[in-house]
């Protein structure tokens, strides 16, 4: 498995946290910034992220901004993506089980570090269950189409 990985200003800790639990799961991984805690604009990070996943470059993207709302607005318009705004372990399971999300987005200002690494590692270790499921998720592929 293959994790783009950026976040804005207002996400630059957690991200931090999430590399160190992607090194420590040995799950390969792109960091696609940003560097600074100046102001910059989500859409720039999350697209990047979004194009990436849905070119297939990545298996999967994590995106962190102040609330992960932002996020995943703008990576949702990407066509192929569906990233889920997280902040509980059971959604995050949830997620991957149901919808087979491919964009995990978190807000640090929500949820602290520990909290996102657990919601981050149940989303990286959690497969699709298929199924019932799969038909649903086609039907959302299918209009995207």
Not at 12 to 35: H, P, S, T, V, W
Not at 52 to 80: H, P, Q, W, Y
Not at 94 to 122: C, F, K, S, W, Y
Not at 132 to 144: G, L, Q
Request: hydrophobic content about 40%; proline content about 1%.
């Amino acid at each position: 498995m293959k994790i783009a990985i950026a976040s804005d200003h207002g996400g630059i800790n957690i991200r931090e946290e999430l590399k160190q639990l992607m090194d420590e799961m040995n799950i390969a991984y792109e960091d696609f910034g940003c560097e600074c805690a100046t102001s910059v604009d989500y859409p720039d990070y999350a697209l990047l992220v979004a194009e990436k996943v849905a070119s297939g470059e990545f298996d999967r993207g994590i995106l962190v901004c102040g609330t992960g709302i932002g996020m995943s607005i703008a990576a949702n318009k990407v066509k192929g993506i569906r990233c889920a705004l997280v902040h509980d372990v059971f959604s995050a399971k949830a997620t991957r089980q149901h919808n087979d999300t491919n964009i995990l987005t978190m807000g640090e200002r929500v949820i602290g570090p520990g909290l996102a690494r657990e919601i981050a590692r149940v989303w990286l270790e959690t497969e699709f269950e298929g199924g019932r499921h799969a038909n649903r998720v086609s039907k959302i592929t299918d209009y995207e189409a």
